[in-house]
């Protein structure tokens, strides 16, 4: 058993990280030459249905992307002369725990996504979990052209260190966000919040709420591929946000897309206000009276009474 995974690349901020797809054939059923011939054909059979194409725009919560939609605040000024290679601000990505949590909580950006070829024409590889349970995971190449191992960086989120992709053929250079978002903030909170907001209308119904005619998911999918490569010039949406704004602008008209933006920034800038306090007050409760920690689903149950938003919206069952 273990579960099967493939690579994805966030077409708002460029970075790479690890996606479930599900659970993988079991390996005792490779026994013998027979057995061996009928394992490999079910491994291709799942790597054909979940990974698909590379093609394929997914919303998926990627770990940088929401760890920039949790900023707030005024940004700093920018410092003066910030050279172009100046590093991206600060990540403050939770922890996959922290992570999970934010899932479940139906607090999480979901962004555009691909899963990753390595090989043109080849579908997305699969990669296993070898590791032991508890164990730092350690995920190989079961099905598929890639990379015989991945590198995961720092942040336990499933997010993979990027360099370590570069022998590969992927072009590995860091984000570079324009001044406007640079300094971090409300501004690239903003900024995320309406992008995958955007990605969303466009992936997931199309602009039926808007009563336009481009209401096909297809044609929708095909309209976030086109904003990258296009009004982006194939760099990430964030990194070039003045063009792609405009562009999105440009597709819903700017009465809806105003519309849009400010529900994807006010709003939700709210509910995740009073989830942050509560995390905080959790956490000096717990820091404080050496009472014991309070287990996260209390939490969320807790933060659902407080919110007047109906059905919980899950991002991956
Ligand atoms: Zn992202």
Known sequence: MGEGAAIYNCLLCDSYALVVLGVLPDRKLARGLKGKAAYDDLLEAFQLEFAGSSETVRLLACPTCNAFARQSGDAPSPAPAAAPSSPPPPILAG????????????????????????????????????????????????????????????????????????????????????????????????????????????????????????SDATEGKATVSRWREEACEGRPVLERWNAARAHAEAVMGPEAFRAMAEEATGGERKRLDRYEAMRRAETSSAAGGGAPTRRGDEVSDEFDSLTSRGGRRRARE
């Open 95 to 214: 922890d996959q725990l922290e992570h999970g949590e934010f899932l479940r909580d139906a607090l999480a950006v979901l962004t555009p996504s691909r899963l990753v070829s390595f090989d043109e024409g080849e579908p997305p590889p699969v990669y296993r979990n070898d590791a032991a349970p508890e164990a730092k995971p350690k995920w190989r190449l079961t099905q598929g052209v890639g990379p015989p191992g991945l590198e995961l960086d720092k942040s336990r989120t499933g997010r993979l260190h990027k360099p370590s992709l570069r022998a590969f053929g992927v072009d590995a250079r860091p984000l570079a966000l324009p001044p406007s978002l640079a300094g971090g903030g409300d501004a690239l909170s903003d900024a995320t919040r309406t992008a995958a907001a955007f990605a969303e209308r466009c992936v997931v119904g199309g602009f039926g709420d808007f009563g336009d005619a481009r």
